[in-house]
């Protein structure tokens, strides 16, 4: 069966007192018309059409890498005029269209699915998606007639008091055969607001006696509308916490759930302890087991079994391995693999690194572009001077390695297996395997210098006296 998808978004978003398109602001890192395109591509529908007005430049980059096609609605003038603009487009198309608001981004393909189910098993000619609204006031009101069929939907500017008080609203998701459509032309304009309402065609299908169904099928936390900035706020908290629940239900204990910031792609493993304050962002994935303290920030990266990242930590883009620890006050940089048991403390920052199994660094050091081996010791305050002003130079330093604090390594650089080197350091030069390299001044104690210069000090302020 043919199943095409339209989506309204050339609204003018006025509501949102901003610059930028309604459909574009964002829900963590999508803007809000991508959840609703994710959502209805996994119905697998022949086309997707999205209706776009004066921003449409704006909408086409946004969705640039999409199987989309666009339709242009150069005036508002409401919803079923958007969806004539569409329709036209769609010209011979004979089978079910899923239409779709582009400011309601939290709506799952599950709920979209049953919609679909629902709407074909029935054999109707016109279904769309109902829910009880917290409050009813932006939304079109569902009115019933005796027997509880849909009778039609009132906008809240035309509602009267009694149907005010109504709860039942309608999500402005609706599944239309493709026939049912012709009714568009049916709908006249709407005085009060000078738009052309889509949900004037419930009505008219009931009187020409079409079978019309509404499903109270979803609850607000999916379908709620977003006009303004603070029901955009509403709708990152809801889901937010959506994300949040299914988590903690697969067991992830979170210590503080409402500071915390899982993106929808992320991975979390059973008997992860996340602290407050921690964000996972991108396509994360964490391991099991592992603990996350708080102010911890990880960025499309990998954290493998019971691996612990300390406070205040940054992850971008990198592996770390079972049971590595890193932080507090750490820094990884994108391209970085830490090592199994690895260690990487306090003010440590790497960058497109490779960290072997046991390897640590403790305390303040600078590692870039290094292949670092296993079980290695990097002194407090080491720094790989990769960077000579022009370009980027590696430094490898091999297993086992004792690396003294305050050590320089001028890329490029090796450092043969088991070798030594002196703390305070520059090296220069490659370094053979079990061999030490110090690099310093020799140390002169000078006796008596300290008495000297006091006695020497005295002397002048006699003479100025
Ligand atoms: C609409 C419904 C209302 C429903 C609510 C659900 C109508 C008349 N009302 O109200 O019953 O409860 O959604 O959230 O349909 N758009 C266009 N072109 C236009 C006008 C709007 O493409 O000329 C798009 C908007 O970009 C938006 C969607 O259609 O994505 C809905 O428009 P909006 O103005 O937000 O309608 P609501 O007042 O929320
Ligand atoms: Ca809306």
Not at 136 to 154: C, E, F, H, T, W
Not at 435 to 460: F, H, P
Request: net charge positive; glycine share 8%.
């Amino acid at each position: 069966m043919k199943l095409a998808v339209v989506v309204l978004a050339a609204g003018r978003g006025k509501r949102m007192n901003s610059n930028v398109p309604k459909v574009l602001h964002r829900i963590f890192d999508k803007p809000m018309l991508q959840y609703v395109l994710d959502s209805s591509s996994m119905l697998r529908p022949s086309k997707i059409l999205i209706v776009v007005g004066k921003h449409q430049e704006d909408i086409k980059n946004s969705v640039k890498n999409r199987d989309v096609s666009f339709v242009m609605q150069k005036e508002p003038k409401g919803t079923a005029h958007a969806l004539r603009k569409a329709v036209m487009r769609l010209k011979g198309f004979k089978g079910t269209i899923i239409v779709l608001n582009g400011d309601a981004p939290l709506i799952t393909a599950k709920t979209l699915r049953r919609l679909l189910m629902l709407h074909r098993n029935g054999k109707n000619d016109i279904s769309f998606i109902s829910f009880i609204a917290g409050s009813p006031a932006a939304y079109g009101r569902v009115l019933r007639d005796k027997s509880g069929n849909v009778r039609s939907i009132i906008e809240e500017k035309d509602a009267n008091k009694s149907q005010k008080n109504i709860s039942e609203v309608n999500s402005g998701i609706y599944a239309f055969e493709a026939d049912a459509l012709k009714l568009l032309e049916d709908i006249s304009m709407n005085k009060l607001k000078g738009e052309y309402y889509l949900t004037d065609i419930i009505g008219i299908a009931r009187d020409r006696g079409l079978r019309v169904k509404a499903y109270c099928i979803g609850s607000e936390a999916e379908l709620m509308g977003i006009n303004t900035a603070t029901e955009l706020l509403k709708a990152r908290q809801m889901f937010r916490e959506r994300i949040i629940n299914k988590w903690i239900e697969t067991g992830v204990i979170f210590l503080d759930p409402d500071s915390v910031f899982v993106f929808p792609h992320v991975i979390i493993g059973k008997d992860t302890i996340i602290y407050p304050d921690v964000y996972l962002e991108g396509k994360t994935k964490i391991g099991k087991g592992c603990i996350l303290y708080p102010n911890v920030r990880i960025n499309d990266s990998i954290v493998k079994d019971r691996a612990v990242i300390k406070d205040s930590t940054i992850i971008e883009s990198s592996l770390v391995r079972e049971n590595a620890v890193i932080g507090p006050f750490a820094h990884l940089r994108p391209g970085c693999d830490i090592g199994a048991e690895a260690k990487i403390g306090n003010f440590v920052e790497v960058k497109k690194s490779v960290i072997g199994k046991k390897t640590k660094a403790s305390h303040l050091s600078y590692l870039g572009d290094a292949s670092i081996g296993e079980s290695v010791n990097i002194g407090a305050g080491t720094i790989t001077c990769n960077y000579d002003g022009k370009g980027k130079h590696r430094t490898i330093i091999e297993d086992n390695v004792f690396i003294g604090s305050d050590t320089q390594l001028v890329a490029p650089v090796s450092v043969g297996k088991s070798a030594y080197i002196g703390a305070g350091s520059t090296i220069t030069k490659d370094i053979p395997s079990m061999s030490l390299a110090i690099s310093r001044v020799e140390q002169r104690n000078i006796d008596g210098w300290v008495s000297k210069k006091i006695k020497v000090k005295s002397s002048k302020l006699k003479v100025l006296s």
